[in-house]
Each structure stands twice: as structure tokens, then as C-alpha cells.
Nanobody, 131 residues
Framework: LRFSCRRWGGLVQAGGSLRLSCAGSGFALDEYAIGWFRQAPGKDREGVTFISDSDDSTFYVDSVKGRFTIFRDNAKNTVYLQMNNLKPEDTAVYYC????????????????????????WGQGTLVTVSS
């Protein structure tokens, strides 16, 4: 599986917005669960949000709930992470990952926040939020 990921913008100040995207090549993203993860300097990787493949159910960790949104554009075979009201603590390298296996939200959470059962990972992109 191949991904083409990018950041739609550069350095952003606190309170600003930024969008990340990953486009799939050779597979249909709407047939996969998709997650966004991040790793801040000196910290472990953590899950941010994911969307299921079957019914598009979503999950957000408390720290981003109400500020971040994950969504698909199936016509473009692309998944997005829209980040609003950014905070300096959102600064991290962000990763997109996918999984072909259907799971309920609760079952996927059992795999732990470091990967949530995802198997295929895109390249990370750095998001820097200044104060």
C-alpha cells in the first residue's frame, strides 16, 4: 500500500488551523479503517482519531475532541485531518495509518493508543504550532 501525504500549510500560530491529507495509491481508502497518530518530541506515539471502514464511525481522544475532524473524500481517495484552534501542545509529527480488518470502535481501542491495530503507515509530517 502506498500513501502520498502532505501538510496544507506551514507554521501556524496558536488558535490557527491546518489540514493534513493522505492519498492512497493502488487501494480504495473507503475499504479501510484510517487513523491519525502523532508523536511529540521526547514522547511516545499516541492515537489522535480514527474512522471505521464499514459505517464511518469515528473516535477522538479527549485532547482533540471538538477541534480536530477526520473525514474522507472518496472521489479523491484521500483522507484528511482538519485541525482547528491549534495549541502549542499539538506540535508533533503526525502519521496516517490504515487497517483492512473490520472492527468496532471498542475493539479497535483495545489494541492500545500507540497503534490501534493499524498495519500500514504513511510518512510523518511535522506540525509546529507557535505560541
Amino acid at each position: 500500500l502506498r500513501f502520498s501525504c502532505r501538510r496544507w500549510g506551514g507554521l501556524v500560530q496558536a488558535g490557527g488551523s491546518l489540514r493534513l491529507s493522505c492519498a492512497g495509491s493502488g487501494f480504495a481508502l473507503d475499504e479501510y479503517a484510517i487513523g491519525w497518530f502523532r508523536q511529540a518530541p521526547g514522547k511516545d506515539r499516541e492515537g489522535v482519531t480514527f474512522i471505521s471502514d464499514s459505517d464511518d464511525s469515528t473516535f477522538y481522544v479527549d485532547s482533540v475532541k471538538g477541534r480536530f475532524t477526520i473525514f474522507r473524500d472518496n472521489a479523491k481517495n484521500t483522507v484528511y485531518l482538519q485541525m482547528n484552534n491549534l495549541k502549542p501542545e499539538d506540535t508533533a509529527v503526525y502519521y496516517c495509518a490504515v487497517d483492512e480488518e473490520q472492527m468496532s470502535v471498542s475493539d479497535r481501542l483495545l489494541h492500545g493508543e500507540t497503534y490501534w491495530g493499524m498495519h500500514y503507515w504513511g510518512q510523518g509530517t511535522l506540525v509546529t504550532v507557535s505560541s
